[in-house]
């Protein structure tokens, strides 16, 4: 008879970690040394393109996909992720053209792409697609409408609870998409993409048109800080894209996270110290060290804000609740 | 690698010129009565819940009122529209489908949607109901638009506020689905629907709740100085004793940003696209929507008289031109006493 007390413990599953999409404006060599670092990191998954605004050309599509094939050779899967606000024309041909090349899986930013992916997945598209967190899914009978047209993954919408993650895409009965069970991925860390304008922000503060906007979001490689009368950090812009002063972070929420579903979480990139947030999370996530410890830090890594949870708790997205 | 074929315009055009429909706002019975009278072709309102994008205490229809709106603005020959334009709550998301079957059981013409599993719900156990896509489903493409109607059978989209009126344009040719644009109103900045700056603060947004720096969070407190403006935690204004105050929404507090303070992201200003509605027209828009469900009977019944007598001046007039009695008019109930085109102009670009 065999000992039960003898066997292995069931190891508990592995958090894959997503790199999500670099959300501002850097040069080209800070660009490639971020993901140089990312190769060699224990990243499963980075997300590449230009989500924020069409005017930024510093890193064409041709460099993405060169910079994709070095992050597959380095045994990272890659995903390529189209805009969150597509306007015009021009837009539109770069979505098709992010769509229909068929080396990457595509995460899909709004309901144009999702147009786009769920014909090309009818016409027998090898690869299945993400749905972004800016597409609204908020129900379980949300999720069953879109997995089924070709998806694989689901990144919840950054202000949706942990509780209602669970309901969503419960861990024991999945929805069903492109092959299977849909994985949940949670936003985990960085600043929150809040909110979309025509506007652009940066070129506003400084009183220049859009279209003459002298690319100064290049300026500010986390966002230009927007701070309340009495001095508290409030919200970052970033171009026509509005973030949230404090960073998202769920390392003290393994347990919730998992019960909630999820199998890999998303870290936003931010300009210093993200090898180290890499490593923390997967430290905590992944081999057991202490989330208490790794989180304190990060708050001494001089991140570009306080940490903040509240948006899993069903809380104020700006507050810090305890995990 | 697989092409897509790009849609072709000659193939989708929508129907030529028209005169649009006139969609005015009715956030209770008597605003709904006086948007009719005043001549708005239909009206759009919504129930006392968090169902709708205007839940605000106070406001909107329990069933016994809808049904006095519908048996009034059909005795006119007018349409009522019922929005259930949030997104359905995870954990219980029935409210939401007894609402759609509430707007076909109370006579509605038009259901506004923008959640997928809402319109998935309404197509399939009340198909006879017609569907609109709401602003807040965010549809700015014509792809975007066609996902919707060809999956869930959209009639009409609602376009969000940050289009140029070229991109409006080519939308409306490239689309089989009528559109309806905002013509009116107060001015949300962001994307509508793609906005979570509200539940940062409060922890309810217009996707969740309905509603965007909702009142029971706003506090004002006197101080030596002036007035403070708080929406939860976070201080959105302070205003000198002598200042004029706004509702604190959070888009059009003033901050400090590189050591300057201002309106970092909006003035607070309305909408008034008066001037290009003949361009809206010859796009082929089908429907011009007053914002302001939250706003007086008395701003519907005002708001709707100009627009009803412009539109009429723009479809039957070779000459169009913007009324100076139009623009006194608008001037007396726009948001800090300026109108803008919003993103229809360029000087967003």
């Known amino acids: ?323 | 690698m697989i092409s897509l074929p790009v849609p072709d315009a000659s193939a989708t055009a929508a129907p030529p010129r028209r005169k649009p429909q006139l969609v005015c706002p009715a956030g209770s019975l008597r605003a709904l009565h006086m948007a009719v009278d005043a001549g708005a072709d239909a009206v759009y309102l919504g129930l006392k819940d968090a169902t709708n994008a205007r839940n605000f205490a106070g406001l909107n229809f329990d069933d016994a009122q809808v049904r006095e709106g519908v048996r009034y603005a059909h005795a006119r020959g007018r349409e009522v529209l019922m929005a259930v334009n949030t997104y359905a709550e995870a954990r219980d998301p029935s409210p939401w489908w007894r609402a759609v079957d509430r707007a076909a059981e109370l006579g509605a013409d038009v259901l506004i949607a923008a959640d997928v599993a809402v319109l998935a719900y309404a197509q399939q156990h009340q198909p006879q109901l017609r569907r609109h896509l709401s602003v807040q489903a965010s549809a700015t493409t014509y792809e975007a638009i066609e996902f919707y109607r060809e999956r869930f059978g959209i009639r009409r989209a609602v376009l969000p506020r940050v289009l140029t009126l070229a991109q409006v344009q080519h939308i409306a040719a490239h689309t089989q689905a009528e559109i309806e644009v905002f013509g009116f109103g107060s001015l949300c900045v962001m994307v509508e629907g793609r906005c979570a700056l509200s539940s940062y603060v409060t922890g309810q947004s217009p996707n969740t709740a309905g509603v965007c720096s909702p009142p029971s969070h706003v506090r004002w407190q006197e101080k030596a100085d002036g007035v403070e403006a708080r929406l939860g935690e976070v201080l959105i204004d302070r205003y000198a004793a002598d200042e004029p105050r706004g509702y604190p929404t959070l888009c059009k507090g003033r901050f400090h940003v590189n050591g300057e303070r201002d309106y970092a992201l909006e003035e607070p200003t309305s909408l008034n696209t008066l001037a290009m509605l003949p361009q809206l027209v010859d796009a082929g828009v089908a429907a011009v929507k007053i914002e302001g469900r939250q706003r007086s009977p008395s701003y519907v019944a005002e708001v709707t008289r100009v627009w009803r007598a412009a539109i009429d001046h723009a479809a039957a007039a070779t000459r169009y031109a913007v009324q100076p009695a139009w623009s006194a008019q608008l001037s007396r109930w726009a948001e800090g006493q300026q109108h803008t085109l919003g993103a229809y102009e360029r000087a967003w670009r």
């Open chain 1, 1 to 323: 008879m065999m000992n039960v007390h003898s066997l292995p413990q069931a190891a508990a599953p592995r958090f894959g970690l997503t790199v999500g999409p670099l959300q501002y404006w850097w040069p080209r060599q800070a660009t490639w040394d971020f993901y140089a670092q990312v190769a060699d990191s224990a990243a499963d998954t980075v997300v590449l393109g230009e989500v924020v605004c069409s005017r930024r050309h510093e890193i064409r599509f041709e460099d993405w996909l060169a910079l994709a094939a070095e992050l597959k050779a380095h045994g990272k899967t890659v995903v390529l992720a189209t805009m969150a606000l597509l306007a015009g024309e021009p837009e539109l041909r770069s979505l098709r053209r992010v769509c229909e090349q068929g080396d990457y899986a595509v995460e899909a930013g709004d309901a144009s792409a999702l147009a786009l992916l769920s014909r090309l997945h009818a016409q027998g598209a090898r690869l299945p697609f993400v749905i972004g967190p800016h597409v609204n899914v908020y129900n379980q009978p949300a999720l069953q409408q879109l997995a089924p047209l070709g998806a694989s993954c689901w990144v919840p919408p950054l202000e949706l609870a942990l509780d209602a993650v669970a309901c969503i895409n419960p861990p024991h009965a999945p929805v069903q998409g492109a092959g299977g069970a849909v994985a949940t991925e949670i936003f985990g860390f960085g600043r929150m993409p809040l909110a979309f304008s025509a506007r652009c922000f940066t070129a506003r503060h400084y009183r220049l048109k859009k279209d003459a906007c002298e690319y100064r979001c290049r300026d500010d490689a986390d966002g230009l800080l927007l701070s309340t009368t009495e001095g508290d950090p409030f919200i970052v812009l970033n171009g026509i894209q509005t973030q949230s002063a404090a960073l998202h972070c769920l390392i003290g929420e393994r347990d919730a996270m998992a019960a909630a579903g999820a199998s890999r979480v998303r870290l936003s990139p931010c300009s210093g110290s993200f090898g180290r947030v890499l490593q923390l999370f997967d430290a905590v996530l992944n081999a057991g060290a202490s989330a208490s410890d790794a989180r304190a830090e990060l708050a001494t890594l001089g991140l570009p804000g306080a940490l903040v949870n509240g948006f899993a708790h069903r809380q104020p997205g700006l507050r810090e609740v305890a995990a």
